[in-house]
């Protein structure tokens, strides 16, 4: 599985105003400087996790991330002028009988989608829960 989700933190600008206008229709889930995040630290910034997709096919994933970032260019546009910390977080799930990730290829115009929208590139690997 992969899960794609956009994770914004730092800047000048009300989190809650921000996700009540440029909100519509994303999956966001707002975090606010020095409430507890979820292991009950305080969080050093304020910010939110969007989700950008869930497609199991690397290919079907990328063309949401790039969907994602024409779709919201507004959003990005206020998020560089606030100067807000913006990176599209790529998590694989791996199963432990699998020895590799499937490869995941971002085309040159995603990544000049990502350098317009001021927006960093994480990639992570995760072992997946197997049930029995």
């Given at each position: 599985?992969?899960?794609?989700?956009?994770?914004?933190?730092?800047?000048?600008?009300?989190?809650?105003?921000?996700?009540?206008?440029?909100?519509?229709?994303l999956?966001?889930?707002?975090?606010?400087?020095?409430?507890?995040?979820?292991?009950?630290?305080?969080?050093?910034?304020?910010?939110?996790?969007?989700?950008?997709?869930?497609n199991?096919a690397?290919?079907?994933?990328?063309?949401?991330?790039?969907?994602?970032l024409?779709?919201?260019?507004?959003?990005?546009?206020?998020?560089?002028?606030?100067?807000?910390?913006?990176?599209?977080?790529?998590?694989?799930?791996?199963?432990?009988?699998?020895q590799?990730?499937?490869?995941?290829?971002?085309?040159?115009?995603?990544?000049?989608?990502?350098?317009?929208?001021?927006?960093?590139?994480?990639?992570?690997?995760?072992s997946?829960?197997?049930?029995?």
């Open positions: 599985m992969i899960d794609t989700v956009l994770r914004v933190f730092g800047g000048q600008y009300d989190v809650n105003a921000l996700l009540a206008e440029f909100g519509q229709g999956q966001a889930e707002a975090f606010i400087q020095g409430e507890p995040d979820l292991f009950g630290a305080p969080n050093i910034d304020s910010g939110f996790d969007a989700l950008v997709s869930e199991p690397p290919e079907n994933n990328v063309n949401d991330i790039r969907l994602f024409e779709n919201n260019s507004s959003l990005f546009e206020f998020l560089k002028t606030a100067g807000a910390t913006c990176i599209v977080d790529v998590a694989y799930s791996v199963a432990s009988t699998d590799n990730a499937p490869s995941l290829c971002l085309p040159v115009d995603v990544l000049g989608l990502c350098y317009q929208c001021n927006v960093a590139v994480e990639l992570s690997v995760f997946a829960i197997e049930h029995e």
